[in-house]
């Protein structure tokens, strides 16, 4: 409940620093105005030409328009005004510039449709900007424009450009210690696109008034005549800022663009800075819409951009506070927001997922639509716009890779993160040296459980780093398989599996090796052509070879799929299926594709000790190899009891750290020599289904190159 009520506190104590500094500033320009009653009585009454000059003053106010919200400060209003204003106090002084100016305000304010306060606190904000300029042109010349000699031409236009910069520092300054004050914790500075701008036109009005005021003095009637070149420093000044306002947004949609959002962050960046101690912080939704392409190919583009135009409308009527609707190109949309719990992310995109539940009408048809959101919150200060961006894109891939509506961004599935990349240019340049201190392959072997010999082994890649040690070869490879350094390492691993497995046989030891290939390296024909010329380099014949693909690679795409497999078969190279079980396994494929030999998932493996389902699972899967005359084997065997029953089911071979945990190949010959015998001599008696599981300590299997 404490918690709860700080945030209207504090938001209560800036309103009240704010309103205290406009109030004390106000009150200052006040007294200005009283101590200039008189000298204003008598302008009024005196020079009908400041009844002119006042005239175009307030006609210069309709035209007020505002450039921009810098985030943290008022709006930027850009009006000529000061033009008239300023020349008005060369004249004739500082309280009838004063009052020409809070008038022009007044109706400026009211074209806007702007509030009392914001009118008076620009009336104030004007009165001591020129108060700061009346003060160098007492100081340099209190009447600059009243005497005849010709020897002050030089003061004078000293005196007026002071007046001119000290206008300029009072008015930046005044804005700046306002916005100071209402978010102490922000980082104010006087930069920034619009702000500069602004502080142009102004200079270039200011400029503008003594060739206004010299005019006056000649013949008042030119005065209405600065309106032509003044109109046309005001159009481009407004030209600007529409083509500002233009490059913030989608010209399809209406809604913000990439650009835009960046100035949505911005301003909620500030507003969450003003709430001191609050847990607001921004965060991000970035969603793809579901089948857009076939949309856009079965209706045509025109009807893909009224979806997009609907999908739109639909995001824009969600109406999320201080929130930025923006279209990234495509059929990509994003929606920033500030929020206060970790939850309320995740509530913003399931009002997105349920507004665009309901079909669109498009031309008679009605479409479907559905999206996969990825959320990212701003939870530090360090992260910028491109970050947060990443981030969001990351989880929203992540979402329509586990085919879920709604996923938030997580670490673990961040392929791309800076680190991640420096290790992966790491890894490719250790590669391309053929750096064998740090890149070897390690083997485990795999046990026949019919008669305990060791019939093959299993090549894992093994990283360790010169500066941060061994790298886990899952994150490793979760960066890799989408780039070419894939390539590299499917190569490099031909190269080095098949010399070993020669070796090998020249020392007395016929095994089998199993090399990991990627989805990217099975459609690669060179690989295929680099394994046949590494074999008839080695002698090594195809048969100690064996490739192993995972269930998801071969189904990604069958078709072809099947022509690679068969080319790799004619070598006399065996084909593995990794981790079955796991993907969406088709009987149809597997019937098809000339598969030697099944690897079943150590998830199965590992719970058939105490899971039915589990046990179930392996034994069909047996079965089934048996039935379509293919070995198996089962990965992850941690204990005697679930080698015991993988033998009653049939299971041709046993990997896991029971037998041997992965071992460098100068180590698995001496391995051998030590086991050979005695796991061939090993009997395997029945075992009673009520025998307790053995109590053994458990190591996770190394993650292995998929």
Known sequence: MAMAMEVPVRWA?????????EVVAGAVAIAIV??????????MSTYSAFWLMLAVSLLAGTQAFVAAKPPGRAPIVICPTICFTFAIQLCWGLGPAIVAQTAAVAVGAARLRAGFRGAAWASTHFALSFAAAALVLWIGDADPFHHDAT???????LSVAGAVAAWLVAYGLLDAAKARIQTPRRRHTFGGYATTNQTLFNAALLLLSPALAITEHVDAGFVPLVFVPLYAVHRMAKLSAERDLAARLDPLTGLANRNGLRHGLNRISAECAADEGSTRRATLLVLDLDRFKQVNDALGH????????????????????SGTVARLGGDEFAILTATRDVGDGHALAERVVAALAEPVSLDGLRVDVTASVGIADRDDEDIDFTTLMRRADVAMYDAKQRGAAIASYRAGVDNNCPKRLRLLTDFRHALETNDREQISMHYQPQVNLATGAVDGVEALLRWRHPAYGPIDTHELLAVAEHSSVMHLLTMRAIDDVVAQVGAWHDGGFDLRASI????????SDDVIS???????RHRVAPSRIQLEITEGALLADPSRAIGTVNRIRALGVAISLDDFGTGCSSLQHLRKLPITEIKIDGTFVAGMADNHDDAAIVRSTVDLARALGMRTVAEGVENEYTRQLLADAGCTLAQGWLTAHPMPAAEISAWLTDNLTAAADRSIGDVDPATPVPDDVRAPEPTQQA
């Open 302 to 321: 025109d009807v893909g951009d009224q979806l997009l135009i609907a999908v739109a409308e639909r995001l824009r009527a969600l109406r999320t506070p």
């Open 13 to 21: 104590s800036r309103r009240r620093r704010g309103l205290a500094f």
């Open 530 to 536: 680099h394994l046949a010329s590494t074999l008839a």
């Open 516 to 523: 990991n290939v990627s989805a990217r390296d099975l459609y």
């Open 151 to 157: 020897n002050f031409v030089i003061d004078d236009a």
């Open 34 to 43: 009283v101590t200039q009653l008189p000298h204003i009585a008598h302008t």
